[in-house]
């Protein structure tokens, strides 16, 4: 089994090849091919290595699938005993990924 952790949009993923993941919104068209140098850990087949912070040399391609939004979230403010309600939604925008390979 061969897996490694990224960084992208100041989060970090579990990249595993052949699996699909939402990230952060990225520019790109559905079809394109996305290299990311940002490894901080890499697994394959007991052995392991760790960065400090990154790994040089260490890189994961993936192909964008989609760019979509996802399911809205309510934001609700409300204060008591002052008639204030406000009501709003958010729908974050993100980049469906498959994971290809990791080098």
Same mark, same amino acid.
């Given at each position: 089994?061969?897996?490694?952790?990224?960084?992208?949009?100041?989060?970090?993923? $579990?990249?595993?090849?052949?699996?699909?993941?939402?990230?952060?919104?990225?520019?790109?068209?559905?079809?394109?091919? $996305? =290299?990311?140098?940002?490894?901080?850990?890499?697994?394959?087949?007991? =052995?392991?290595?760790?960065?400090?912070?990154?790994?040089?040399?260490? =890189?994961? =391609?993936?192909?964008? $699938?989609?760019?979509?939004?996802?399911?809205?979230?309510?934001?609700?403010?409300?204060?008591?005993?002052?008639?204030?309600?406000?009501?709003?939604?958010?729908?974050?925008?993100?980049?469906?990924?498959?994971?290809?390979?990791?080098?």
């Amino acid at each position: 089994m061969k897996f490694a952790v990224i960084q992208t949009g100041g989060k970090q993923y $579990l990249a595993v090849p052949g699996e699909k993941i939402q990230i952060e919104k990225l520019v790109g068209n559905e079809g394109d091919i $996305l =290299s990311f140098d940002s490894v901080l850990f890499v697994y394959d087949n007991g =052995s392991m290595k760790i960065g400090n912070p990154k790994i040089s040399g260490a =890189s994961v =391609s993936a192909k964008i $699938l989609a760019q979509k939004k996802t399911d809205k979230i309510v934001v609700f403010k409300y204060r008591a005993k002052s008639k204030y309600r406000r009501k709003t939604g958010h729908r974050q925008q993100v980049t469906v990924v498959k994971i290809e390979d990791i080098n």
